[in-house]
């Protein structure tokens, strides 16, 4: 009986070891032939036209994009300010800094690291259709996984919040005029911010010229003129505010908006979640693809959402679908190991430019910029100074009213106070541009400090 048992027991025991010879043999094959499916065919050619002109040698000091500058059928180079020549190789010794606008390229290096994660490649029959599978205009999935980037930095609640996509924070700032302001009401309502305000959005106001909305100015004036009773004003909080820096509050305290373009860590110590009831993001200041287009705002009240919504539906059909498969990989590079690369690397960059500013500037007594307040930092569990995308320059002298004036004398050009309805003794310097930019500023800077002191020596 026990050899009778023995037989069997061999018997299945060499049955279940052919069994699993054959089973791993035959999935041995069938993951061969995946890997033979999975070989590129239709995507090869587009991979080999970007990695060509991605391997477009600019020294550096610019980029050659596919449906930018074309030479002879061939992409050539688009140097940063102040280089030239067919690769970008030539400085140019008499440039101007130009440090007007907020084109956050400084980032641009981030992302030349991480280019295998980040990039995508585009079917011709991408998305054709106007909707997503579940009739929306909006990627489910891309609204996870910013919700998961604001839980992550904790600069923002969404939890039990309605998000609507728009193309930047720019077409958001007038979809939430739109949202807020009454319909029905015999007056417009009275749009305002505090000076020193970012100029979109009285530009904005006044170009659509609407029935429901007007631009009314600064929010101090108005409080001190008693002007808001029994009004309906809408007010604008830019924080960290264009141009200065700060982290604002309303000053009016009834409907808001806030502008939390620059509420990152690389700029500002998150001091905890914004739980406001219309809070606007937006991608060009949190990642610096400004060209991208893509913006998202945060709303408390479902009836503001369904206003909003309806606007940017019926103003455009919604967003670009290339854009929210592109803004969907970006993030999923931006919240790896939490945020910490990204962030930690745009934020090293900032405080740099920030510690050798402020080492010029410690030496002038006929320039300031704005005083720096540390705060404690939840991200980063610290206390940090901020680092913002912009230095607010005051010119001390009596005789330099006009601001900009001076630095233009001294081939240094940035935005005028005028522009930010302050005054003209102000002047505000992108900070955030390409690092070769951000050298000749410093340049410029240096030299204009130095014939204040009379030594370059002491510089
Ligand atoms: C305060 C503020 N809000 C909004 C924007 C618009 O950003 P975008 O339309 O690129 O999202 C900017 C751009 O500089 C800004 O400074």
Same mark, same amino acid.
């Given at each position: 009986?026990?050899?009778?048992?023995?037989?069997?027991?061999?018997?299945?025991?060499?049955? $279940?070891?052919? @069994?699993? =010879? !054959?089973?791993?043999? *035959?999935?041995? %094959?069938?993951?061969?032939?995946?890997?033979?499916?999975? #070989?590129?065919?239709?995507?090869?050619?587009?991979?080999?036209?970007?990695?060509?002109?991605?391997?477009?040698?600019?020294?550096?000091?610019?980029?050659?994009?596919?449906?930018?500058?074309?030479?002879?059928?061939?992409?050539?180079?688009?140097?940063?300010?102040?280089?030239?020549?067919?690769?970008?190789?030539?400085?140019?010794?008499?440039?101007?800094?130009?440090?007007?606008?907020?084109?956050?390229?400084?980032?641009?290096?981030?992302?030349?690291?991480?280019?295998?994660?980040?990039?995508?490649?585009?079917?011709?029959?991408?998305?054709?259709?106007?909707?997503?599978?579940?009739?929306?205009?909006?990627?489910?999935?891309?609204?996870?996984? $910013?919700?998961? @980037?604001? =839980? !992550?930095?904790?600069? *923002?609640?969404? %939890?039990?919040?309605?998000?609507?996509?728009?193309?930047? #924070?720019?077409?958001?700032?007038?979809?939430?005029?739109?949202?807020?302001?009454?319909?029905?009401?015999?007056?417009?309502?009275?749009?305002?911010?505090?000076?020193?305000?970012?100029?979109?959005?009285?530009?904005?106001?006044?170009?659509?010229?609407?029935?429901?909305?007007?631009?009314?100015?600064?929010?101090?004036?108005?409080?001190?003129?008693?002007?808001?009773?029994?009004?309906?004003?809408?007010?604008?909080?830019?924080?960290?505010?264009?141009?200065?820096?700060?982290?604002?509050?309303?000053?009016?305290?009834?409907?808001?908006?806030?502008?939390?373009?620059?509420?990152?860590?690389?700029?500002?110590?998150?001091?905890?979640?914004?739980?406001?009831?219309?809070?606007?993001?937006?991608?060009?200041?949190?990642?610096?693809?400004?060209?991208?287009?893509?913006?998202?705002?945060?709303?408390?009240?479902?009836?503001?959402?369904?206003?909003?919504?309806?606007?940017?539906?019926?103003?455009?059909?919604?967003?670009?679908?290339?854009?929210?498969?592109?803004?969907?990989?970006?993030?999923?590079?931006?919240?790896?190991?939490?945020?910490?690369?990204?962030?930690?690397?745009?934020?090293?960059?900032?405080?740099?430019?920030?510690?050798?500013?402020?080492?010029?500037?410690?030496?002038?007594?006929?320039?300031?910029?704005?005083?720096?307040?540390?705060?404690?930092?939840?991200?980063?569990?610290?206390?940090?100074?901020?680092?913002?995308?912009?230095?607010?320059?005051?010119?001390?002298?009596?005789?330099?009213?006009?601001?900009?004036?001076?630095?233009?004398?001294?081939?240094?050009?940035?935005?005028?106070?005028?522009?930010?309805?302050?005054?003209?003794?102000?002047?505000?310097?992108?900070?955030?541009?390409?690092?070769?930019?951000?050298?000749?500023?410093?340049?410029?800077?240096?030299?204009?400090?130095?014939?204040?002191?009379?030594?370059?020596?002491?510089?």
């Amino acid at each position: 009986m026990k050899k009778y048992c023995y037989g069997i027991c061999l018997v299945i025991s060499i049955t $279940i070891n052919i @069994l699993l =010879s !054959i089973y791993i043999y *035959a999935g041995g %094959e069938k993951n061969q032939d995946i890997s033979h499916q999975l #070989s590129l065919t239709w995507s090869e050619k587009a991979a080999a036209e970007a990695e060509a002109v991605a391997a477009i040698s600019c020294s550096g000091h610019g980029r050659a994009f596919l449906e930018g500058l074309i030479y002879d059928g061939q992409p050539v180079c688009e140097c940063y300010d102040c280089y030239g020549g067919p690769d970008c190789s030539e400085l140019s010794p008499e440039c101007v800094a130009d440090a007007d606008s907020g084109d956050p390229i400084f980032l641009e290096p981030f992302w030349m690291q991480n280019v295998a994660d980040s990039s995508i490649l585009i079917p011709g029959w991408h998305r054709m259709s106007y909707q997503y599978d579940d009739y929306t205009l909006m990627s489910t999935e891309l609204e996870y996984y $910013i919700r998961k @980037l604001h =839980s !992550i930095v904790g600069n *923002a609640i969404t %939890e039990g919040r309605y998000m609507v996509f728009g193309v930047g #924070s720019s077409q958001l700032l007038t979809a939430a005029l739109y949202a807020l302001s009454s319909e029905n009401s015999s007056s417009p309502s009275n749009i305002l911010a505090t000076i020193p305000y970012y100029p979109m959005y009285k530009g904005q106001t006044v170009l659509f010229n609407s029935e429901n909305f007007e631009f009314g100015g600064d929010t101090n004036s108005w409080q001190s003129n008693n002007s808001t009773n029994n009004m309906d004003v809408i007010e604008f909080v830019t924080s960290p505010n264009n141009p200065d820096g700060e982290l604002k509050k309303s000053v009016l305290g009834g409907k808001t908006i806030y502008d939390h373009a620059y509420f990152w860590p690389h700029f500002t110590p998150i001091p905890g979640p914004s739980d406001r009831d219309l809070m606007i993001f937006t991608l060009s200041k949190l990642s610096g693809h400004a060209g991208v287009r893509f913006g998202w705002v945060i709303i408390k009240d479902k009836e503001v959402y369904e206003k909003l919504s309806k606007y940017i539906t019926v103003a455009d059909l919604g967003i670009s679908k290339d854009t929210q498969l592109r803004v969907l990989k970006l993030l999923k590079v931006v919240i790896e190991k939490d945020g910490k690369p990204l962030f930690e690397f745009a934020y090293n960059i900032m405080k740099d430019r920030w510690d050798r500013l402020t080492c010029i500037f410690s030496k002038s007594t006929r320039f300031s910029i704005q005083k720096r307040h540390p705060l404690h930092c939840n991200f980063y569990n610290e206390t940090r100074l901020p680092s913002p995308a912009y230095a607010w320059v005051k010119c001390e002298r009596e005789e330099d009213d006009d601001c900009g004036a001076v630095l233009e004398a001294s081939k240094i050009i940035g935005r005028s106070g005028s522009t930010f309805s302050a005054k003209n003794r102000y002047t505000r310097l992108s900070l955030i541009k390409s690092q070769d930019d951000f050298e000749m500023l410093l340049l410029r800077l240096t030299e204009l400090v130095s014939l204040e002191i009379g030594s370059v020596e002491t510089m």
